[in-house]
């Protein structure tokens, strides 16, 4: 009997030991795959504080199975299903609902992925070039900026060309946009004429929004739009302005912490994410101030290509990767009275 129970104990004691032996690995795996590790901001002398909980790896998405055929709303046809495709060097992104669109430079395609499916579509009879922009409407419909020809192109979800919104009279080279659905039009910037332009979505008529103001502006970059506000990249002051609903200039701020800013998104609690193509950072700002920033090794990127931000996720075209990688944004505290800090 005493024989016996040493041994049941001894048994118990070394599966114990292979136990204990398991757990690193397992941890390891929960940290190569994301499993809600927070990222840490990169710089701890910044003033990080509302920052450090901020992004949470949440997936990598490589590619996609390929429906080779869709219908007039974009659904795949009944055996259309093929092999999975990998992407080459995805350029710039746009995301609504389950739709995510990635324009891939590497294989000159402009895909459609269903993140609930995980099916990549082609949208046909796009010329995907490195400049092109993309935004998605409330209908799931596509906007796409073409700055070869200096024109967005409306298309609805199966493709089809909608509306196409340029201007013969006023020399153009858009190179960013956003969709201001709440106001009626679209604000892109033009490069040539170093303005913004308002194109409303129910007409023609392009129109500068408005000389006072952007004439403060001596280059315009990336544009992105908060409720009535709206933020845009200066390339002389190499700073974020901030612009009323009329084009109004409200403040600048970023002076010191951006170097060449090529990409921004705001979330819906009014943070800017811009990305940083000098040291290939991310930089995170509120209410005027940095609050965050990231390595490319904490985002586990190369390169951060393009980004977008739909559903309180932030995606990154992480172009020499061959990869989006995606974060979960985590919603901002609340002080005393509801408001975000």
């Known amino acids: 009997m005493v024989a016996r129970g040493n041994g049941s104990l001894l048994r118990r ?15 390891l795996a929960l940290t190569a795959c994301g499993g809600g590790q927070v990222l840490q901001a990169a710089d701890p002398a910044q003033p990080v504080t509302a920052g450090k909980m901020l992004l949470t790896p949440q997936q990598n998405i490589h590619g996609g199975r390929l429906a080779t055929g869709v219908d007039a709303t974009g659904t795949p046809k009944p055996g259309s299903m093929r092999g999975f495709v990998n992407f080459i060097s995805p350029a710039a992104l746009a995301v609504r609902g389950p739709d995510l669109y990635i324009a891939d430079m590497g294989a000159r395609k402009l895909y459609r992925l269903d993140t609930m499916q995980q099916v990549l579509s082609v949208v046909p009879d796009v010329s995907v ?27 609805t979800r199966g493709g089809r060309l909608l509306q196409t919104f340029t201007d013969a009279g006023i020399a153009m080279h858009l190179t960013h946009f956003v969709l201001d659905e709440g106001m009626g039009r679209i604000i892109a910037s033009d490069q040539l004429s170093q303005r913004l332009l308002r ?30 506000e709206m933020y845009a990249l200066d390339a002389a002051c190499v700073c974020i302005v901030q612009l009323d609903a009329d084009g109004r200039v409200q403040q600048r701020f970023g002076y010191g912490a951006l170097t060449q800013p090529h990409a921004m998104v705001a979330d819906r609690h009014g943070r800017l994410f811009v990305a940083d193509a000098f040291d290939r950072e991310l930089k995170v700002f509120f209410r005027g101030e940095l609050i965050a920033r990231y390595a490319p090794h904490q985002l586990n990127v190369v390169n951060i290509g393009a980004m977008a931000m739909g559903e309180g996720l932030l995606y990154l075209a992480d172009s020499a990767g061959s990869r989006v990688v995606v974060f979960r944004v985590q919603p901002p505290a609340r002080d005393g009275d509801g408001q975000a800090r």
């Open 13 to 27: 004691f070394r599966r114990l030991l292979r136990g204990i032996g398991q757990v690193p690995l397992l941890a």
């Open 129 to 155: 070039s490195p400049r092109m922009q993309l935004q998605v409407a409330s209908d799931l419909s596509l906007y796409i900026l073409d700055p070869d020809h200096a024109a967005i192109h409306h298309l």
């Open 199 to 228: 194109l409303p979505l129910a007409g023609r008529i392009v129109s500068v929004l408005p000389d006072t103001e952007v004439g403060t502006f001596r280059a315009v970059g990336a544009v992105a739009s908060v409720g009535e």
